[in-house]
C-alpha cells in the first residue's frame, strides 16, 4: 500500500469547500446505531483513508440528532446522546469537510396519521406501505412533506452543526402518484389525468415526466435557499446522477450542483467494471469541469440487497480505481455503523491512498482524446427505468468495443455540442441517437464541414427530439444515405457480406461475410460513397437443410463517406452495438474499431500495446501528459466478484509529440520510478514493465 497519512482539507467552510472533497467516507447510520455503534472506530476509519470529507446520516426518515421538529421521528435510542454531532466533531477536528445525510422518502406512523396526504398513493388508490418494510409509508415527493416538513429539518441541521452541505438520498420520488394533489395539480398544469403507464410515445407520460421535473427544480431550489439563509456557505446537494443529467434542465443542474454525485454502488449481474469509469466520462460529457464523484459501496449490488456485507477486496477496489482511472472521486459507503466485518476497510485504505497519491498530478491535468461517444441524453429522457436500458444497449457496445481495442475516449453529451466541444474531438460515435433536433443535426453537419468525422449507426436521427418519427435518417444528407425502409426486427441469422477492399473490412481474412445485425433499416447509398459491407438476404435458420443463403449479397450494410473537409462519416444501419454488447463477437468488435480508425484518417495520438485489456484514460495539461491504465485482466471482467487480480505484462505507451515541444522526461507514479523512453519518427515510446491494478504515465514535455 502507498504510504498512508491524513490529508486536512483546505477552503474549510467556504463556497468552494467542494474543491477539495476529494475523498468521502459515507456512513450511514441504522435505528440502534446510537447504543451500539463506536464513534471512535469511524474517526480512526477517516484517518486510516486519507479521507477529506464525509457524508454522516442525520435525518428525515431518522432523527440521529435530539431534533425538535415536529414529526420528526428520532432514533427511540438516542437517549441524551447525539450520533450525528459526535461524528461531526471528529471529523471536523481532522479538518475535513462535512455533508450531512437526509432520506426523506418514508415516515413512520404517528406522521402518517398527522398527515396521510403525505403518503403516496398507488394507480389503484391504495397508499403505499414501503416495499421493504412495510411497517412504514412511502412519501409523496411534490407534497407538502417535501415542500413544508423538510425544510423545517434543513434549517435545524443547517443552524444547530458545523456542516458544509446537505445532501439527500431518495428525494425525487418512486414513479408517478396517484394522490389527490398530485392528480389535481397535475391536472391544472397540463390538463390530462396522470398516465397510466410509462411509455416515451404517450404524451400525457412525456407531460408528467416534465411535470415532475418542475416541481422537482422548483424544490432543489427552495431547499438551497433555506440552508443559504442561515449559512450562506453551505449547498444543498441532490443525488443527481447520469440519469439526473437527463431528466432536470442543465442551467438547474449547473446553478445548484457544484459537483455531480454517482450512486451507481457497484456492479451487478454481467456488468463489466469499467461501467464505473463511464460514469465519470458521462458526468464530464455535460459538465466537463465539474468535479465527479464515484460513490463505491463496500458490499455486493444485486437485487437480493445485503446492504451489511462486505465483497471481495479485490472488486471494490476494482470499481474503485476504474473511477479514479476515469476521473471520479471516491466515495465510500457504509450501511450501519456497527462493523461485524473489518475486510473491507484495508482494500478500501489501499485504494484511497492510490488515489491521493495520484491526485498532485492527475487533478492539475484536463481529460484529453481524439474520439467521443455521443451521449443520447435526448433520447434517454423518453425513457423510464423499465426501457433505459434497452435504449442504451447500443452504447454501451460500442464503448466495450472501444475498450478491447485500446482506443482512448470520452464522452459528449447531445445536449453540450456547442462547437467549441465538439471540436475538441476528430470522430464522435453516434451509436444509436435516435432522437436529435433539427438544430442538433445543423450542429453535427457543422462539425464534419469543419473537419470533423462521425460514425453512426442503427436508428440515429429518425426521430426528433420530441419522439415524434421522421421517417427518414435526418442525418441522411450528410452520411450519404437515403431511407428505403424502416428498422425491422428482431431478425435471426442474418450476415453481412464484405465487398471489396476497404480498411473498413481489413483483418477479416479467410471470411467472405460475418454475422450481421438484429434490427435492420435499408438505406440507399449515395453514388459518391463507399460500401465496404454488403447485405446477405434473409434465409432460414431451420430445417437444417434449408440453412443457406438464396440470393447474392445487396444493399448497403456499411457506408464510408469522405468529406470536401477532410472529414470522413460511416454509417451501420443495423444495431452493432447492442448485438456486440449481448454476444461480444469478436468479427463485430474488429469492425466496429476499423470503422473508427478509418474515420480517424491517421495513428491516433496515444497508442498502448501489449496483450492483456486495460481501460485507458489520457489527461493533459501544458506540461505534460498522464495515461492512467487500469488493468480489467482478472477472471471475473465481466462478473464479479472478482477473487484476485491477474498482473499484466508490458506495456508500450506510443504518445506523438506535440508541435513546438520535445521529450523531457517520463515517470511512472505508481511504481514510483522513472521510465524507460526513446524517441522515434515524432513520437516517444514508453516502457511500462507490468502492472498490478493501476499505473499512470506521467510525461513531461519541454
Known amino acids: ?45 477517516f484517518r486510516r483513508t486519507r479521507s477529506n470529507a464525509t457524508c454522516l446520516s442525520a435525518g428525515g426518515y431518522i432523527a440521529y440528532y435530539p431534533s425538535k421538529v415536529p414529526l420528526h421521528y428520532v432514533s427511540k435510542h438516542i437517549g441524551d446522546t447525539d450520533p450525528f454531532g459526535t461524528l461531526v466533531d471528529g471529523a471536523r477536528h481532522l479538518g475535513m469537510h462535512v455533508m450531512a445525510r437526509v432520506d426523506p422518502h418514508a415516515i413512520h406512523q404517528e406522521a402518517a396519521d398527522a398527515h396521510p396526504e403525505w403518503i403516496a398513493v398507488d394507480r389503484d388508490g391504495n397508499k403505499r406501505r414501503h416495499w421493504a418494510f412495510p411497517e412504514v409509508w412511502v412519501t409523496c415527493a411534490y407534497s407538502d412533506y417535501n415542500f413544508r416538513f423538510m425544510p423545517q429539518v434543513l434549517e435545524e441541521i443547517t443552524a444547530n452543526y458545523d456542516i458544509d ?13 396517484y394522490c389527490e394533489s398530485c392528480k389535481a395539480n397535475f391536472h391544472a398544469a397540463t390538463g390530462y389525468d396522470l398516465p397510466r403507464e410509462a411509455n416515451p410515445e404517450d404524451p400525457v407520460w412525456m407531460a408528467w415526466a416534465a411535470w415532475r421535473r418542475t416541481i422537482l427544480t422548483r424544490l432543489v431550489v427552495e431547499w438551497d435557499a433555506v440552508m443559504k439563509r442561515i449559512k450562506p456557505h453551505t449547498s444543498f446537494i441532490p443525488n443527481m446522477g447520469s440519469v439526473s443529467l437527463m431528466e432536470f434542465d442543465l442551467d438547474v443542474i449547473e446553478r445548484y450542483c457544484p459537483f455531480l454525485c454517482v450512486d451507481d454502488q457497484g456492479r451487478h449481474g454481467t456488468e463489466p467494471i469499467w461501467m464505473a469509469g463511464r460514469n465519470g466520462k458521462r458526468m464530464r460529457a455535460t459538465f466537463r469541469d465539474r468535479p465527479a464523484i464515484l460513490i463505491t459501496s463496500i458490499g455486493p449490488e444485486e437485487v437480493y440487497r445485503w446492504k451489511d456485507s462486505v465483497t471481495t477486496g479485490p472488486e471494490m477496489q476494482a470499481w474503485i480505481d476504474n473511477g479514479t482511472t476515469q ?37 492539475t491535468m484536463s481529460p484529453a482524446a481524439e474520439i467521443a461517444i455521443l451521449d443520447p441524453a435526448t433520447t434517454l429522457r423518453h425513457h423510464g427505468q423499465d426501457t433505459r436500458a434497452t435504449a442504451e444497449a447500443d452504447d454501451l457496445g460500442i464503448y466495450h468495443a472501444l475498450v478491447e481495442a485500446r482506443i482512448p475516449f470520452e464522452m459528449l453529451s447531445d445536449q453540450a455540442m456547442t462547437p467549441e466541444a465538439l471540436d475538441r474531438f476528430k470522430v464522435l460515435i453516434l451509436a444509436n441517437s435516435t432522437c436529435l433536433s433539427d438544430q442538433q443535426i445543423a450542429a453535427l453537419e457543422a462539425y464534419v464541414a469543419r473537419g470533423g468525422s462521425l460514425v453512426a449507426a442503427h436508428e440515429t436521427s429518425t426521430r426528433t427530439e420530441l ?40 483483418g477479416f481474412e479467410g471470411a467472405s461475410r460475418i454475422i450481421g445485425g438484429t434490427r435492420l433499416l435499408a438505406v440507399e447509398a449515395a453514388p459518391d460513397t463507399e460500401v465496404p459491407f454488403l447485405y446477405v438476404p434473409d434465409f432460414p435458420d431451420l430445417p437444417m437443410e434449408e440453412v443457406y443463403p438464396r440470393e447474392a449479397p445487396r444493399g448497403a450494410a ?9 472529414g470522413r462519416t460511416v454509417y451501420f444501419p443495423w444495431n452493432i452495438g447492442g448485438v456486440f454488447k449481448e454476444i461480444l463477437a469478436e468479427d463485430h468488435a474488429r469492425l466496429i474499431a476499423n470503422a473508427v480508425l478509418w474515420a480517424l484518417g491517421k495513428r491516433p495520438d496515444v497508442v498502448v500495446a501489449g496483450r492483456e485489456i486495460l481501460d ?13 491504465l487500469h488493468n480489467l485482466n482478472n477472471p471475473m471482467m465481466m462478473k464479479g466478484p472478482i477473487r484476485t487480480v491477474f498482473p499484466a505484462g508490458r506495456q508500450t505507451v506510443s504518445l506523438a509529440i506535440p508541435p513546438d515541444r520535445s521529450f523531457r522526461r517520463a515517470r511512472l507514479l505508481v511504481a514510483g520510478r522513472e521510465a524507460n523512453a526513446h524517441v522515434i519518427d515524432g513520437r516517444v515510446e514508453i516502457e511500462v514493465p507490468g502492472l498490478e491494478t493501476l499505473e499512470a504515465v506521467h510525461v513531461s514535455w519541454s
Open 467 to 506: 419522439n415524434r418519427p421522421r421517417n427518414a435518417i435526418g442525418l441522411g444528407p450528410l452520411l450519404g444515405v437515403t431511407l428505403a425502409a424502416p428498422a425491422r426486427g428482431p431478425v435471426k441469422n442474418t450476415y453481412v457480406a464484405i465487398n471489396g477492399k476497404h480498411p473498413i473490412s481489413a
Open 558 to 566: 456499411v457506408v464510408a463517406r469522405t468529406h470536401q473537409s477532410g
Open 616 to 628: 485507458i484514460a489520457v489527461r493533459e495539461n501544458a506540461e505534460g501528459m498522464a495515461i492512467v
Open 165 to 177: 452541505a446537505i445532501f439527500a438520498n431518495r428525494w425525487q420520488g418512486h414513479g408517478v402518484c
Open 327 to 363: 476521473g471520479l472521486l471516491p466515495w465510500f459507503t457504509k450501511f450501519n455503523g456497527v462493523v461485524p466485518d473489518t475486510r473491507w476497510v484495508q482494500p478500501v485504505a489501499d485504494s484511497f491512498g492510490l488515489h491521493a497519491e495520484l491526485e498532485p498530478v492527475l487533478s
Open 1 to 45: 500500500m502507498l504510504d498512508a497519512k491524513a490529508n486536512a482539507a483546505t477552503n474549510l467552510r467556504s463556497p468552494d469547500w467542494y474543491k477539495s472533497a476529494t475523498r468521502w467516507t459515507q456512513l450511514t447510520l441504522v435505528e440502534d446505531d446510537p447504543i451500539r455503534f463506536d464513534p471512535a472506530f469511524w474517526i480512526d476509519v
